[in-house]
């Protein structure tokens, strides 16, 4: 089947452009700041220095501060949600609104927590540049369903970018909306794949200002090197190891090749 | 060498009673929480989500409660023991108790440390389905070597099954004892295996009401499993990743063919 | 190109005396226990069982005294560096002191945070066998540059062993200097690989004396091993697994053959 001319057109530079981002975050090799859960620390680690960017981890809240300051994008990771990372999200938000970096919000799990939902929600309300996360979180977050509409909408309220993550990703800024279709069913069955997606996310808006485009570029990034990890993969232990390969490997070639974006 | 057709028909039964077990944790996907230790936190996500489970993993008091409230099963697990982890498994264990969720007691190393050791005790007396234990830790719980009548003995006085692992795994509930003799060595090579061993016992424990057939059934899948991954293995590392991925391909009829179990 | 009769010699020798190290290892399979950042944990756990140690990890101040005092050698690593850890350090450096323990310092990432640096200049005072660190991470600590003098005046002024991991690994006590040039680029592509060659210090070290020795034969170990797994990597995924079965497969006459040590 021909698709029409207008979505072929969209999908190559959206495909380009993306490898432009991956070829900066190699050149640039980003220090990105993650506060995370400890189940997805050490895979969130590994898929930074997979794609060149630099990782840190602390969340002392003696040191969180400098951690911040001296890096390139932060990411706030809601899973394992405790007290003292919440002193240390709010150390660190301070320091990167003092720096003019971007940062990440990911709500983890936020529909099986009213108490995290709301705190979600007031850290929205502190200016995130992106925020990426799945259906029901964007439920959770929003009180109202991830259709295009709404997803719009609360992008631009908020003045953040949305990547909402699934069988098909949608990332819009309120204005531009584009929707990728790359990735695979494995995705779902190893842990920590949504949190890793959004240390992904920040590592791009380290090297790119524009946050629709920075997003769109590690989503699509994250979804073609699941495919190419598919391949090989004979389950979910081996699709963990072989992502990592595959976005190590990443040529512009297969990114703009394979890209489903539109 | 023949074997006794008693044991033979035994044998058949435990086999497809597991693999009627597994293919209900598949159909159902049953939340599981897990208060777990840092170190195998990761591990055990992805092996409850190569099983088919979906695993939870917060301990923050604010809302433990509603995660196990919303849950179909719980694991405490006493590894990186510490007075977070232990606030949060009072509130727990109290949730469950109060939904009448099962959930499995993981007395880690506990023989190297007395006030773990009693902890664990106080644990055992508020009701776990399943304590899975390794033979130093069965022998601080119990003070007693870790043979059948000591086992049937405590799992009878404290009405839980035990779940014994090691060489060969026992499975008590004081009445009726199974003895799986499945597994490879490369096992005792990665960290975490115990842990991972009783994050399967909580799953298959939402699935399946009786907790002596359910501890067993989830023994002999990661047994199983164990042997396919020692196939392909060139070392623990590799290994480690192999049997995630044949947990996750693990069929019926492997697993009725490949039971030790009497 | 010839190599001066002198290196060659020294080269044999060292690669002998490290397989000694490491056949002693699996021999006495020694207790070490980690304190560790949770990103690090799970490999190292898993890097000291392929090796052939026996991993602890708990923090908590209620045991910690009580892990050590049963262990053979200690970890202090300064990832994730907060209030719990410090206090559970402090524990475990008297405990280690009172039992005549040896132990290792990992001051990672004090490039980055003053006040880890000033932590780690005070725990140097309280008697590590060893220090393993990078170049960033030496000049920090040392307020110099990482050259063959400045480090060999810093390890005589604090009677330590320093083990500076880069390009090329350098081992000095002060006296004697070894320079290794085993390794693999793909190394800093995984997170935590310094830390893990930290742990197999403390490994080495609960089975040799002359910690001059046990640390030059680990960083020896883990270089050859890098080696061998890169061979088969497609990346730093696979390359992550491999370096754990190599570890777990490296024979005496590999570790001889391809020691590239002076």
Known sequence: MREPDSLRESTIDLGAAGADVLARLRAQAPCVHCITNAVAQNFTANVLLAAGARPSMTISPEEIGAFVASAD?????????????RAATDTAVAAAAAEGLPWVLDPVLID????????AGALVARGPRAVRLNHAEFAALADAAPQAEALRRYARDARIVIGLTGEADVVTDGARLATIRNGHALMARVTAMGCVASALVAACLAVERDG???????????????????????????????????????DRDTLVARAKVQ
């Open 212 to 250: 629709w485009l920075a997003t769109t570029a590690a989503l699509l990034a994250l979804g073609v090197a699941g495919e190419d990890a598919a391949i090989r993969a004979r389950g979910p232990g081996s699709f963990a190891t072989d992502i990592l390969d595959a976005l190590y490997r990443l």
């Open 112 to 119: 099986r927590s009213p108490p995290r939902a709301t705190y």
């Open 73 to 85: 994008a932060l990411l706030v990771n809601l899973g394992t949600f405790d007290a003292d990372r």
